[in-house]
């Protein structure tokens, strides 16, 4: 059994320590806006907060969350006020599949939290995610409206 914190919650999960943490957010919480991209920790569908940095939760073990304060998509909002990240996605009509895009938006939160006026430069650097269905131009449209509130 394993107790987590996530979205400001404590949750007694009974999983197994090496279970990878995405499994246990979707499958035992059901909180299912972390998607199942590559299970290898590289196309960030999966992207959470730990402690306020950003984490692909496919290569997070359970036993290495606890303790630690776990933000998903779902617990990004306030009180159902949208993050002007989440609201720029909306203004910028960002996602196209949608697939990727609460990975995305966690990982530009993260971003915009450490460097809130980031430059062209600084978002190839810390935002990896993949989007197939190539919406970056947007993506970057969006992270600097957002930079720019």
């Known amino acids: 059994m394993a107790k987590l914190s996530i979205n400001g ?14 499994w ?5 919480v059901g909180l299912t ?20 940095v ?16 776990i933000t998903t998509i779902e617990g990004l909002a306030i009180n159902g006020v949208l993050t002007r ?8 009509d960002v996602p196209q599949c949608g697939y990727c895009q609460s990975g995305m938006i966690m990982a530009v939160a993260a971003l ?15 935002i990896t995610n993949i989007c197939r269905c190539g919406t970056y131009q947007q993506i ?3 992270i600097h409206a957002a930079a720019n509130v």
Do not use: F
Request: hydrophobic residues 35%; charged residues 25%.
């Open 24 to 28: 246990a957010i979707r499958e035992n």
């Open 112 to 126: 915009l939290k450490d460097n809130p006026q980031p430059s062209d430069a600084d978002i190839d650097d810390a």
């Open 9 to 22: 919650q404590m949750i007694d999960i009974d999983v197994e320590p090496d279970t990878p943490l995405l």
């Open 54 to 69: 950003a984490m692909r939760s496919c290569g997070v073990l359970v036993s290495e969350a606890v303790g630690r304060q």
């Open 85 to 92: 990240v989440q609201q720029a996605w909306i203004d910028h």
């Open 33 to 52: 806006g972390t998607k199942y991209g590559c299970g290898i920790a590289q196309c960030g569908a999966c992207t959470v907060h730990m402690d306020g």
């Open 140 to 142: 970057r449209e969006a």
